[in-house]
């Protein structure tokens, strides 16, 4: 039993990764926002779609940002030239 939970969560763990080098990133100004419906749309016309619209609370067009993405699904969204300490 030991042994089935081991190897469970070994391909758990290794899913995850997969799923992560998987996703792409893409950098671009935002043209519009609606977090409440969990879409971005970046100005090269690019949108966005994420499960989670609060990921988009505080993001204004205009703003740069960066997209992890899988396709058109959204999976974060990130400051691509945070301040250096």
Not at 1 to 14: H, K, Q
Not at 40 to 69: D, E, K, M, R
Request: glycine fraction near 12%; proline fraction near 4%.
């Amino acid at each position: 039993m030991r042994n089935l939970i081991l190897a469970a969560a070994s391909v758990a763990f290794l899913a995850s990764g997969a799923a992560a080098i998987a996703a792409e990133q893409t950098e671009g100004t935002v043209t519009s926002v609606n977090a409440s419906a969990g879409t971005l749309t970046l100005q090269n016309g690019q949108t966005f779609n994420f499960a989670n619209g609060t990921q988009l609370y505080g993001i204004l067009p205009g703003q740069t940002v960066g997209v992890s993405h899988d396709g058109s699904q959204g999976l974060g969204a990130f400051n691509p030239k945070p301040a250096n300490d």
